[in-house]
């Protein structure tokens, strides 16, 4: 692996870090500002629509997407510092470049899976930032990390699946232009093949049936600007058999290819976030005096940081090879580094961020900082997209049958 960034890497960490610093971060207070005088805290404050205006302007926009058709045209190796630095502000900066979760996400199932008429329906006007979505797999009544357990049935009836079931933490369904579902249920629930019982349909949220219930907190956030974690309710929803992603029996393999990347974009915008605690830190230190001396000055917060930039710069190295392998051998053959550095790099990060609260007393707990939103965030983390357990099973089966 060459850890050399290209030209055309360089290039765009080059313009983006100037995008962070003339425009992202000024926005972050101001973004809370304008939030609180909106009619509805789920609406988006113009600021960030100004931001999104103005990556748009600026190339910044679709990093994410591989498909030269429809994204950038990126590799993960190129994509990964990219997504790093959108991280250190996780609440714009993804959004404001249109490479916000889950919307990456469902745009790369509907690039590699929908017919053209999905695609132009509801791709589209995704990849131009114009309407928002949420991927439904989560489910209250079941341990959904294991995703054979989901209840949510989608049953045929004529030219009509009817979708019945409840979801929860359902990400970006509060926000208003959340426009689409991709739903995953089961099809088939009595099928020998248990990886064979799932599929998912597309739902648009104005269907007859579907209910949004209810915001779910993360420690205490409703997490305005990814669109919120909702509960939402299917009672025999209606959509035409069209509506299908892919074919029936389909829905696992999709959602595993739709986590592969994702975990990804994840680990690299927590490197990001670690950075951000990282300088918060330093900063701190160097403005603060504590019995006679600096913070800078004590030892304690020698290793803090010491600690903290060792960490990274691991991750970081680790989150890269997996890129490079990605691309290279295809998501199967990096199979066991994505789980590595799913496991790995969120508990760290915490760890890290942890360590930035700490050394800020009690402003590192308060709105005054992003301290305790990027610690809610990171330590989500752990559980979304397959809880770190689910991964180190898994990771160490693999290891275990080398020797059998």
């Not at 590799?75 to 404001?96: D, F, M, V």
């Not at 590192?364 to 989500?380: C, H, I, K, N």
Request: proline share 4%; charged share 25%; glycine share 8%.
């Amino acid at each position: 692996m060459d850890f050399a960034f290209d030209a055309r890497t360089e290039e765009l960490r080059a313009r983006l870090l100037a995008f962070m610093d003339d425009h992202v971060y000024a926005a972050e207070q101001t973004a809370h500002e304008q939030r609180a005088r909106l009619a509805s805290p789920w609406d988006t404050p113009q600021v960030v629509e100004d931001l999104k205006a103005e990556a748009r302007r600026q190339g910044l926009w679709n990093l994410f997407l591989p498909d030269a058709e429809h994204g950038a045209g990126l590799t993960n190796l190129q994509y990964a510092p990219l997504a790093e630095i959108t991280g250190r502000s996780p609440q714009l900066a993804p959004t404001a470049t249109n490479c916000a979760a889950p919307d990456t996400g469902n745009m790369e199932v509907l690039a590699q899976f929908a017919d053209e008429a999905q695609k132009k329906q509801w791709l589209q006007p995704l990849l131009a930032g114009e309407i928002r979505s949420a991927f439904a797999m989560t489910e209250p009544d079941v341990a959904s990390s294991d995703a054979t357990n989901i209840t949510t049935r989608i049953e045929r009836d004529g030219d009509e699946y009817v979708i019945t079931g409840r979801k929860w933490y359902i990400s970006g369904a509060m926000n208003p232009d959340c426009r689409i579902f991709i739903v995953m249920g089961k099809t088939d629930p009595d099928g020998e093949d248990i990886r064979r019982q799932q599929s998912m349909v597309l739902v648009p949220r104005d269907t007859p049936g579907v209910t949004v219930d209810r915001a779910m907190r993360v420690f205490g956030y409703e997490d305005h600007y990814h669109g919120g974690h909702a509960e939402v309710t299917f009672d025999h929803a209606r959509v035409p058999v069209s509506n299908l992603i892919g074919e029936e029996g389909g829905g696992f393999a999709i959602a595993q290819a739709r986590l592969g990347p994702g975990r990804i974009h994840h680990c690299m915008r927590l490197i990001g976030m670690a950075e951000r605690a990282i300088e918060l830190m330093c900063r701190r230190a160097v403005s603060r005096d504590a019995f006679g001396k600096s913070l800078a000055q004590q030892g304690v917060v020698h290793n803090w940081i010491a600690d903290a930039r060792v960490t990274v710069e691991q991750l970081r190295l680790l989150v890269l090879k997996t890129a490079w392998l990605m691309d290279t051998v295809g998501n199967r053959g990096a199979h066991t580094e994505i789980q590595a550095i799913k496991i790995a790099t969120p508990r760290a990060v915490v760890g890290i961020i942890d360590r930035a609260i700490q050394l800020h007393g009690a402003g590192g707990v308060s709105q005054d900082f992003p301290l305790a939103e990027l610690y809610a965030g990171a330590r989500t983390l752990m559980i979304a997209d397959g809880p770190d357990e689910v991964h180190q099973r898994s990771l160490a089966r693999r290891e275990i049958k080398k020797y059998l």
